[in-house]
Each structure stands twice: as structure tokens, then as C-alpha cells.
């Protein structure tokens, strides 16, 4: 009876593992743009002024511009070492190019390379934004006070330092010789190790909130993470924001984004474990919570948009533990298929981005554990 058992409980396993295998379709086509060394971060844009997308990403310490098509390496920035868990990209001074955002965790420190007009022949200055905050896992670019211009959300993830446990954001300065405004608006109500950061209009009032969650487990000295929440944006949002609970039962939280899932006007929130496993989303107005796909392993990154062009919101990960790229078919009503990308590919970071300019949106990925950077050309449309 034992081996029966046995057998039985296997082969169940079997067909499971075949079912989620048998989900793909064909695999995306892969572009390998680096490998050499551990990478957690990597951003894309046209930073050469050529019409091609190019990628930074920062690996083993060094910050390089991966120029397109032949990715070529241009080594940015070697002195000193900066170890970047995070990125962004922004035109920071207006100038009409994309300049670098990179985030170190601890000692906190906040910067920006800035592109000048012979990229791949000039210096990219280096100017600090903060180093005051600490814990800084999360960087997102973002409209805050909705003035048209793109402002920078950050967390201070660390129970140490002046802003311990809280999330900032900054309005960029005027000129580039004057300080960025950081405004606390989680202060000190973000414990627990929070990891990246969503925004979007939650609550229907015309302001943009935010949301972020946090991952817990045996770092978190606090023992207060394993959530997802969201922080209400007053009338001036320099003001302290409002927190609102989403789940306070979410271990390894580490991604969250608002987006209406399943079609019916109200925002909801798709969201990651990335440091245990799942992947879910929360149905407003009282967050039920929904099943994506409950046993991937270390969905460390997550991206929603509209992968397939049918008009609702898709998701994407790369799981840093089961080494597998993954796109989530919304059919619209909030029911998801799941589709294999890509395989034998981990990652701390991905984006969404159309890399051949072909019109629709690609999905590149910072491999850490497999150390690398490559992208997969959508193929759906």
C-alpha cells in the first residue's frame, strides 16, 4: 500500500510539472547582451542618440552601457565600486537625453550618471540625489504630485538611520547645482524590509498613491514584514501619506502594482513573493486575494502591462529560484494562463520595453544568480 501511495503521490507530480511545461507556447527568441558576472539591475533606452535601445546594467560592481546593436561594452562608471541592487531611468536634466538612476542598499546612497552629448565619448558625471536614506531596494520613476514632470520614488528599507522603515519620494530640482526635495511619505510605518514600489490612482481621487510590500523572514529583526499595503495620497503630497493594509499574510513580499484586472473600473493590485513563491492579485474594494500562479518560486521582479495588445493588463516575471521567464495571459475578467518565456534564465530584475522597435513589448532581464543580461523578443502580436 506504502509503494502505491508512493507511486501515486510521484506520478501526480509528474503531471503537474508536465502541465506547467505543456503551458508554453513557443519560447521567445534570446538576446544575450552580457554575461560575465552577477547583475541585479538593468535599464534600456536610446542613450546613444541612434535610434537603437541600448541597456545599462551594473555588473560586478561596474556600471556599463551596452550599446546596440552589437552590444558593445562602454564601461561608465568603475570608481568607486558601487554594488547596485536597483535602477532607473530618467531625463533628469531636462536635456532631452535619458540619463542613469542607480540605488545602492547599504550604506544608502541614491545618484545619477548624467548622458552627455558624446556618450560613448565623454565622461558621464556622476551627482549624488541622497545619502541619508538606507535600504534602498526599490527605485520608480513617476508623476507624484502630477505637475507633468517625472519625479523619483525610493525606499529607506533599513530599521537604522534617520529614515528607517519608510518610503521617500523627490521632486527633481530646478537646476542641477541644487538638492533634490525628499519628501518621507511612509515615516516609519514600512517595516519589516520593504522591497520595490508601485503607483497609481487607487482610490479614484485624480492622485497618484503608491504601494510597496516587504519581504520578512529570518532577516527582518523586526519580525514585522510578510505584507502588501498601499499609502493614500493627501491633497499636498508632501504631507505624510495615509497606509492602508492590503494582506499582512504575504511571505517574501517583494513586488506590487495597481492595475485594473479585471476590467470593472476599480483598481486592484497584481503582486510577487519574490523571496518565497507566488504570484497573486487583490480584487477591490476588499482585496480578495486570487491565485496568478501559487507555486513559482522566487518571483523576485514583476512588470504589468499589455503584453499580447488585446487591451487589458498582462503580467511577466523571471523566478530567481525555478530559473524560468514567465508572462501571465490576462483573459480580461482576471483569470490567467501562464506561458513559459524563456528557460534556465534566473533574475533579480525585469522590464518591459519594445528593445527592436518593432511596436510591441519585450521583456529584458538582470540575471544575477545566472549572471547576465538578455532579452526576449515578444512574439504574441
Known sequence: ???????????????????????????WPRTVVYSGES?????????????????????????????????TEVVLQAEPPLGLIHSETMDVDGDGDPDFVGARYSPGLIYWLDCPSRPLQERWKMRVIDERVNGIHGLLVGD?????????????AQPVGPFKNSLVWYRRPKTMNETWDRSVFARG??????????????????????????????????????WFAWWEAPRNPQDVWTK????????GA??????????????????????????????????????????????????????????????????????????FENDGRGDFETHVVGRDQA?????????DRDGDLDLLVAGQASQNVVWYANPVR
Open 39 to 71: 547583475c541585479a539591475t538593468a535599464v534600456a533606452a536610446d542613450y546613444t542618440g541612434d535610434g537603437r535601445v541600448d541597456v545599462i546594467c551594473n555588473a560586478g560592481n561596474a556600471t556599463r552601457l551596452l550599446v546596440a546593436p552589437k552590444w
Open 144 to 156: 507624484v504630485d502630477t505637475d507633468g514632470k517625472p519625479d523619483l520614488l525610493a525606499n529607506s
Open 254 to 327: 517583494t513586488n506590487i502594482h495597481p492595475a485594473d484586472v479585471n476590467g470593472d473600473g476599480k483598481t486592484d493590485f497584481i503582486a510577487s513573493r519574490g523571496h518565497a513563491q507566488g504570484v497573486v492579485w487583490f480584487e477591490a474594494p476588499d482585496w480578495k486575494r486570487h491565485d496568478i500562479h501559487p507555486t513559482l518560486r522566487g518571483p523576485h521582479c514583476l512588470v504589468v502591462c499589455d503584453l499580447d495588445a488585446d487591451g487589458d493588463l498582462d503580467a511577466a516575471t523571471c523566478a530567481k529560484d525555478d530559473r524560468l521567464a514567465v508572462w
Open 244 to 251: 492602508h493594509l492590503i494582506s499582512a499574510a504575504e511571505p
Open 347 to 355: 533574475a533579480y530584475d525585469i522590464r518591459a520595453i519594445d528593445m
Open 189 to 226: 510605518d514600512a517595516p519589516g524590509l520593504s522591497h520595490y514600489l508601485g503607483l497609481g490612482d487607487v482610490n479614484g481621487d485624480g492622485r497618484p498613491d503608491a504601494a510597496s510590500g516587504a519581504k520578512g523572514g529570518p532577516q527582518d529583526s523586526s519580525g514585522m514584514g510578510n
Open 1 to 27: 500500500m506504502l509503494e502505491i501511495r508512493r507511486y501515486i503521490c510521484g506520478s501526480l507530480i509528474l503531471v503537474a510539472c508536465l502541465a506547467f511545461s505543456l503551458s508554453a507556447e513557443t519560447l
